[in-house]
């Protein structure tokens, strides 16, 4: 069994930065893919952005250029530095790792709101 933890929401101001960190409990090169989703009340659950074994990162359209993955193979993590934060960036940010049989991992969850 895989666990994925999250760490590093928040309340923040408009404008200002939070980095969310997925601890995960096995080797995370073991994974073909890595990434965060994010879901906000009322709505569907999106992509944010994704990393493969290549380190190639991929993006939705509404945090490109202010959003960063990356990952630490020695510490087994993935992170997200997302900058000048919106409003509309408030949701529940999960980690997903996605292994060679195509099964998905999911986190907890971490809480990230964003004030006006």
């Known amino acids: 069994q895989v666990q994925l933890v999250e760490s590093g929401g928040g309340l923040v101001q408009a404008g200002g930065s939070l980095r969310l960190s997925c601890a995960a409990s096995?080797?995370?090169?073991?994974?073909?893919?890595m990434g965060w989703y994010r879901q906000a009340p009322g709505k569907q659950r999106e992509l944010v952005a994704t990393i493969g074994k290549d380190s190639w990162p991929n993006y939705a359209d509404s945090v490109k250029g202010r959003f960063a993955i990356s990952r630490d193979i020695a510490r087994d993590t993935v992170s997200l530095q997302m900058n000048s934060l919106k409003p509309e960036d408030t949701a529940v940010y999960f980690c997903v790792a996605r292994d060679v049989w195509q099964n998905d991992y999911w986190g907890q969850g971490t809480q990230v709101t964003v004030s006006s």
């Open positions: 096995r080797n995370i090169f073991e994974f073909n893919t």
